[in-house]
């Protein structure tokens, strides 16, 4: 991968930093309903901590850590997170996912579950 800040192109290729991938990948997630990218503290550590990448030749393998909110079927979610991270990051960029592995780190109660 190329060194750059944001996206740099070579001999006709472009290549994207990790950090735009992680951004993308970062926006899948958050349009997946009753679901949050896991991690406290601030937004960066949140971000960097809870979404890892390998690139490869066969394409990027994702890692993402997330909650769930109580009330949502969790291989369901699983399913539409590995979906929409597969086609955001595949139609906003070059790349090619080869796999998306989610790992649910916790169920996020409300107020209402425990009452």
Do not use: W
Request: charged residues 20%.
């Amino acid at each position: 991968m190329a060194d750059a800040r944001k996206v740099s192109t070579v001999k006709g290729k472009t290549y994207y930093n990790a950090s735009i991938v992680k951004g993308i990948v970062s926006l899948a997630v958050s349009e997946v309903e009753g679901v949050s990218i896991s991690g406290g503290g601030k937004k960066s550590a949140r971000f960097s901590d809870s979404i890892k990448l390998k690139f490869g030749a066969g394409g990027i393998c994702v890692d993402v850590n997330v909650n769930v909110l109580t009330g949502y079927n969790v291989p369901d979610i699983a399913l539409n997170i590995q979906q929409n991270i597969k086609h955001s990051v595949e139609s906003m960029s070059e790349y090619k996912i080869s796999a998306v592995n989610v790992h649910v780190e916790s169920v996020i109660f409300t107020d209402e579950d425990l009452i």
